[in-house]
């Protein structure tokens, strides 16, 4: 029997707001054990939640940008539950009534586009980090990361791959980077994803109890780990088993799911509506507000790349990956660029050096504008293109303009016929034999003579002019 | 015993203060002397702050001599309730389970209360986590009421009831939550008064049902419920729930003047489960404003039979939640004996917390639990909203609802312990207030044949609380006899 998997994915990520989602604690990840806490987040008795509209204004957008709808009128309610790292033993976080639902994304896997139900998109303010490393036989608590504003997106099942899961997951991170709602920096846990997975005889529809993959540090890792579920779970089937319905580990080493805990009966969290907080009201001018401030998002720019700019699919595609190569790739065509050119110096010779020098696009010394002025240089004939690459690593390093460094270095370019003639006349006369050879019918030997003009001038003869004055001459 | 100073309201120690008539010092001497001659019989207070209180009345007096402007407050002696957190002392809600704790913060009650230049004298007794109606569910000590000592002084708020009587505090900050400083208020003899819920914030009123709570003041006089008011309310960033909302000056609405003003008596709240003695004195009230040329029509709450029910429901739900931090893992009382972090949970909830108030965290979590939650939560949150129709519809027909504060004076001391639901119904013609978000107040209308204070309660449109005062104050200027002070002061 032939199976298919129904997957669905649920991804927490930390909305990058200055102060965490119901107190003006700031959101440093780096900062030492409990240092960014006040009562507030820290439970005190006597303290009450205030909701940032930061948070619900990223939280929008994003909304926006998954195509849901935004709910007029929304509120957030308690989850409760009794653990060290629940401050309150409650999470403030929304239940029946989510920000933003109904919305989706257009995948494209091997070249097929496949839409993505979006259920919901809710705010809900993350847990402390509990650390059993402290010593002692004593388990210690972090707040820092108690409150940090998350919002949990929820997928309906419609994944039925791993190769599907990885396209949602670098999609959504494109988008929600776009958006510049949230870093999504796995290994920070700024972006956590979870797979639930069943499998299912093809052609039926009723689902499979499923497992739900958990704490899995890399988008990788959750394609290998949803690959390696199905192909466990279709086993279990297969020889007569059933799957438990259970949270799973992933084992990066070993390449495995391992059972985590069971799940009891389902958890009663005894949701009621939050009290201390009052109704989230997001009417039409608001949500318009946002709506107009949404950047263009990654799949329409890069068709735009394309039909603007001439650019293969593949350049649009590498070129839209992140906003900021976006945005950089167009500040350069702005600044008065060839849109080929520009994409093939940015996508080869500028990326090389950002990837030597492991620097981001955002790190970059090289203005955009000072691209477009190499590319005027090499098309003006005055630099060639060998001397355009090592102005660009100079300026690369140091940010001065690609004209400081040619005049500094004189590197410009001798384009002067009279010039370049009186060191071609030259360079005849000194290889009598040669100029035979040539005149004889060998063309190879042009390569020779030209590399002696070239290191007559030092390598600043126009090599196209050069070439051509020796060619004139040999065969006048 | 005579004890200059004591027996003055606040506006008028506030005026003394002002004159130069009396130093602050002088003032809370006064009272810090005879908290200590007199609060070994009573017990309202929990903490007395002596060097605290003369510190800060010291301030005022230097204030004064720098010609600074005094705060509205200045000089007046305040107690807080267990539950207001201060950095000063402990905030321990008089459970065991905070016994020792330290608030990090001041509340912003706290923090104007301090602004308007006033006194703090210490804290002072109450239910545990304001769970009951005669402060025997403290877990500190038994507060008694000062015009009998064998009766309780309600609750929650009974210890700022207890020292507002006995001259202990001029006034004394308290939560009322269903009743909480309405009851025990009228059980006292004092002034007590529930503001609309958002008028005053409760960052840093540690919480027992957060969307009924609110914080007021318990005084000897209208005024200084009108003074008290003018300092601690008004919008609170802090507090989502606090309204945005124009405090007007509320001593200005106390003209004397209820020409016309259509009171509204509710024909539920007069039925033979009201004492006939609390009845005449109400009655009597009525005459006496309508004497003023206040008009009286009959108006009807029908669903005021399930406000305790819908009330039990929702409080105790939101109690289950509110309180389900007190773990031990941060703060308060954690289990010695506890070997992990199940047995952490299960005994120093079980040991930290009293009878009554894991009777409620019990209900509430039972209430909220799957498969309960439409037919207990949800219907109750119906009931509340009927309840909150029943109010509006009777304000079209009048200004200000009046009736019984409690069905009887003051009860004595173990008399309700053993049957929870009788002790519940104290607070029946209180807790429909709080269920509708609206104002509340209670003010003594005389004394029953054994020397108890009687209560009425004045009832008004959301933030409506300048009619509530208007009104309790001509009826107090006007009511033709003098409530006399407390057999032990
Ligand atoms: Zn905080």
Redesign the pocket.
């Known amino acids: 029997m032939e199976y298919e998997a129904v997957i669905g994915m649920e991804v927490h990520v930390e909305i990058n707001s200055k102060s965490?989602v119901f107190?003006?604690?700031g959101t440093d990840f780096h900062a030492p054990p409990n240092t960014?806490?006040?009562p507030?987040?820290?439970g005190m008795p006597g303290t009450l939640p205030v909701l940032n509209v930061d948070m619900v204004n990223k939280s929008v957008a994003a909304g926006l940008a998954l195509g849901c709808t935004i709910s007029r009128w929304s509120k957030m309610d308690r989850k409760n539950y009794f653990y060290p790292d629940l401050a309150k033993n409650y999470q403030i976080s929304q239940y029946d009534l989510p920000l933003c639902h109904g919305g989706y994304m257009d995948i494209e896997v091997n070249g097929v586009e496949k839409r993505i139900g979006i259920t919901r998109a809710h705010i809900e303010e993350d847990t402390a980090r509990n650390t059993h490393t402290i010593g002692g036989g004593q388990s210690g608590v972090d707040f820092n990361r108690c409150?940090m504003p998350l919002l949990e997106i929820v997928t309906e099942p419609d994944i039925h791959s791993a190769d599907e899961a990885y396209a949602y997951l670098t999609l959504l991170k494109q988008t929600l980077q776009y958006l510049e709602v949230s870093d999504c920096n796995m290994e920070e846990g700024s972006l956590r994803a979870e797979a639930n997975i069943s499998v299912r005889p093809k052609g039926t529809t009723a689902l499979g109890s499923k497992t739900e993959v958990k704490n899995v540090a890399s988008f990788s890792g959750v394609h290998k780990a949803i690959d390696f579920e199905i192909k466990r779970q279709i086993n279990v089937i297969r020889e007569g088993g059933a799957v438990l319905q259970e949270t799973r580990g992933w084992d990066a080493d070993r390449g495995v799911t391992f059972s985590q805990r069971q799940k009891e009966s389902a958890h009663d969290y005894r949701y009621f509506p939050e009290p201390d907080l009052t109704p989230i009201v997001v009417d039409e001018a608001w949500e318009q507000r946002i709506r107009e401030s949404l950047p263009e998002l990654p799949q329409a720019r890069c068709k735009r790349f394309q039909t603007t700019y001439g650019l293969s699919p593949y350049d649009a595609g590498v070129l839209t990956a992140g906003r900021p190569m976006a945005d950089y790739y167009e500040s350069v065509i702005t600044a008065g660029a060839d849109p080929k050119k520009a994409a093939n110096w940015i996508m080869v010779d500028l990326q090389a050096l950002l990837t030597d020098a492991k620097q981001e696009i955002t790190d970059c010394k090289v203005a955009p504008e000072h691209i477009a002025e190499l590319l005027t240089l090499i098309g003006d004939g005055a630099i060639s293109g060998k001397m355009a690459k090592d102005i660009l690593r100079d300026i690369f390093e140091t940010g001065k303009t690609p004209k400081a460094v040619v005049e500094e270095k004189g590197l410009v370019q001798i384009s002067d016929t009279g010039a370049v003639e009186a060191i071609v006349r030259q360079v005849a006369e000194g290889h009598p034999a040669q100029v035979e050879q040539y005149k004889g019918g060998n063309e190879k030997v042009l390569g020779f003579l030209m590399g002696q003009v070239m290191r007559a001038s030092q390598g600043k003869a126009n090599p196209k002019l050069a070439e051509d004055l020796l060619r004139k001459l040999l065969n006048g | 015993m005579t004890a200059p100073w004591c027996d003055k309201t606040g506006h008028e120690i506030r005026e003394a203060v002002v004159r130069g008539d009396v130093t602050a010092r002088v003032v809370t001497e006064a009272h810090l002397a005879r908290i200590h001659a007199l609060d070994g019989k009573i017990d309202a207070y929990t903490q007395i702050w002596e060097e605290y209180a003369l510190a800060m009345a010291d301030r005022v007096d230097e204030k004064r001599r720098s010609g600074a402007t005094l705060g509205i407050l200045a000089g007046v002696p305040i107690s807080l309730k267990e539950l207001m957190c201060t950095k000063q002392g402990e905030t321990t809600c008089a459970s065991k389970m905070l016994a020792g704790y330290r608030s990090p913060f001041d509340g912003t009650m706290v923090q104007r209360l301090a602004a308007a230049d006033a006194v703090f004298l210490g804290k002072v007794n109450m239910d545990e986590f304001a769970m009951g109606s005669s402060t025997e569910n403290s877990a500190i000590k038994t507060t008694k009421n000062p015009w009998d000592l064998g009766c309780v002084p309600g609750g929650s708020s009974g210890g700022s009831a207890a020292a507002v009587a006995a001259d202990l505090c001029s006034m004394s900050m308290g939560s009322d939550t269903g009743g909480s400083i309405r009851q025990p208020a009228a059980l006292c003899g004092c002034v007590g008064i529930k503001p609309t819920y958002g008028r005053v914030s409760r960052f840093g009123l540690v919480a027992f049902a957060s969307s009924l709570d609110q914080i007021g003041p318990l005084t000897k006089d209208v005024r200084d419920a009108a003074l008290c008011l003018n300092a601690i309310c008004g919008r609170d960033p802090m507090d989502a729930t606090s309204v945005d909302l124009a405090v007007p000056d509320f001593t200005a609405a106390l003209t004397g003047n209820v020409k016309g003003l259509r009171i509204g008596l509710p024909k539920e709240y007069f039925t033979d489960a009201l004492g006939a003695e609390v009845r005449e004195k109400v009655m009597a009230a009525i005459e006496v404003l309508r004497g003023l040329g206040a008009e009286t029509v009959e108006v009807s709450l029908p669903h005021c039979d399930y406000a305790i029910a819908a009330y039990y429901i929702i409080c105790t739900a939101e109690a289950s939640a509110n309180l389900a931090r007190f773990d031990g893992v941060r703060y308060g009382f954690r289990h010695p004996d506890a070997k992990d972090m199940r047995g952490m949970y299960v005994m120093s909830k079980s040991a930290g917390f009293g009878p009554e108030v894991r009777r409620r965290i019990l209900l509430g979590t039972y209430v909220l639990s799957s498969g309960y939650y439409d037919a207990y939560y949800l219907k109750a949150q119906k009931v509340r909203r009927l309840i909150k129709q029943d109010f509006d519809e009777a304000f079209e027909k009048c200004d200000v609802v009046l009736g019984p504060t409690t069905p009887s004076p003051a009860f004595r001391f173990g008399e309700k312990t053993a049957d929870p639901l009788e002790m519940y119904l104290s607070d029946i013609y209180t807790i429909s207030v709080n269920l509708a978000t609206l104002p509340g107040l209670s003010l003594p209308c005389g004394l029953s044949s054994s020397g108890l204070p009687i209560g009425m309660q004045l009832i008004a449109k959301p933030f409506a609380e300048e009619t509530l005062l208007r009104t309790a104050h001509a009826y107090e200027q006007n009511r033709g006899f003098d409530m006399g002070k407390p057999p032990i002061a």
């Open positions: 965490k107190c003006a604690c960014n806490v006040c507030v987040c820290l409150g």
